[in-house]
């Protein structure tokens, strides 16, 4: 499990974390939500060491992020970040190939590249492997991103809104790929999503963030309904329940509650 | 967990596609140099043409590396493709440091210097200021590349012009000893520093060999190396550290060429695109080997023309430079 315990972030003065302590359990789907701005790409970069910790402590499985030696923790958790651009000029296979370096160093075996071809697999990227990446559309260059992160087989695999371009069927499989994953191989996946029925719907926790601070959190029921959103987003929206998930309708204003 | 198949996977036959370009441009590298040594020797001169023109090629193969290797380096550490050291006034921060040598202890003082220790100490404060310098500019958080340009000139024009103003003050007899420095001349490489410039050289070999696949990481940029695992600001370090030693070796020897690295690099790039930082930087190695002898070649021994390479070069690389620009600056 993820241990994050007090942990603030400043940056040039401004708060932008501030005491926040939360347990990402082990296994499954942790969905990370809250406006923009709230601290939730800040909060995964502090947790994937990208950003050194200013104040507090984050230990994964025990392991404390800023103390343990970074390419063992490569090999125990990895991270998409919200905004991708390499400037080498890279094929999508080559691209998913460093997902592997963690454990290979520079000369894959045999497995490696088989892991290489099962994330290449997993998100539909077989057709478009030799590619390079700026030969890509937006979606597709976001699905090869995801790729590279999944064939680094972490434990750990924190995504911050992995479902950015997406169409609608490749967003759904994304979903499903990864619900399948935590279950069948027991990894966790924290993800950063706004739309709020995809946490509804593939989250097994919950975890709200607002203005850098822990707002809430809890499962899909207990946080996606009308008050908890509205106090999160300061947003009114109506929440049914669809195939046995809260669904939201953000979408659109709803109904004024009729009062009585 | 992971499934069979290992064959359809476009490694190898990258590797493959590889090999044969490379092959051309080592051949042409031998041509380069066989034309070099051997072009317009008088009869009968051939033991005093070969012996002295030896050490000028070894001298041009060292540059050529040098440039090579210090820009391509550059790329991967800062992520663009259009900056260079050069661009970015380092050779001008050795110039810099040379004539603050002279002037602070007088150029008497430094003809009496072993030239050996003088250039060892020079290439020490070269890669102080190198690394020191850029960590600060490149470590911070992934920065506009305009505004990295847009430093990089006003750097290149401060050293230079501090070199300058420097050398103003400099007593006119001991000016004479930093003068030879501050031009490129390609037909007279700095022979007395040959053997420690390749030494030095040397050096960065087993660094290179080791690191490279680190480089490869380095070059998808801080956070993504990061989360691989790169220990990061070591590599930088390695990557500066290198940087400003090949650039004092390559400015000691024939002075400052502000475009031939990214001429060379880019025409590395194209001929194998995509591909890792080693095969990448043999290739342009072999490239800047290529230009810089064969072209010596042709002007000093076929068009009896004295120091003009160095012009057309920059002049080449000045038009890829413009020509990257205008393309926009993507990366
Ligand atoms: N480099 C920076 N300098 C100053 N402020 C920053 C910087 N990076 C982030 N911030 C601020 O930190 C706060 C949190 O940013 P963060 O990226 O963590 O938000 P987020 O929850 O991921 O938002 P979004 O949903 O828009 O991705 C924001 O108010 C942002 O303006
Ligand atoms: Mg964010």
Redesign the interface.
Known sequence: MIEISHVSHQIAGASILNDVSLTIPRGGITALIGPNGAGKSTLLSLIARLTPLQGGQITVDGADVTTTPTDALARRLSILRQDNSVAARLTVADLVGFGRYPHHKGRPSPEDHAYVEQALEMMGLHPLSGRFLDELSGGQRQRAFVAMVLAQDTDYVLLDEPLNNLDMKHARQMMERLKEAARVSGKSFVIVVHDINFAAAYADLIVALKDGRLHSLGTPEEIVNRPCLRDVFELDIAVETVGGHPFALHQIAPEPLVES | ??????A????PSQRAMQVKPLVILAVLALVAVALFLTLGVPAGAWEFALSFRAGKLAGLILVAFAIATSTQLF??AT???ILTPSIMGFDALYLMIQTSLVFGMGAMATLDIDPMVKFASEVLVMMGFSTALFLWLFTARSRDLHLLVLVGIIFGTLFRSLSNFISRMIDPNEFVVVQGAMFARFNAVNIDLLWISIGLTALTLPVLWHM???F??L??????A???????RRVMFAAFGMIGLLVSVSTALVGPVTFFGLLVVHLA?RIL??ARFAPTLLASSLIAIITLVGGQAIYEHVLGLQGTLSVVIDALGGITFLYLLLKGV??
């Open positions: 967990m992971p499934s069979d198949s290992t359809s996977l476009p490694f790329h991967a992520r663009n493709q490279r696949h680190q490869d990481v070059a998808l940029g801080r956070e993504t990061i989360g691989l695992g790169l220990r990061y790039y695109p995509g993507r990366r």
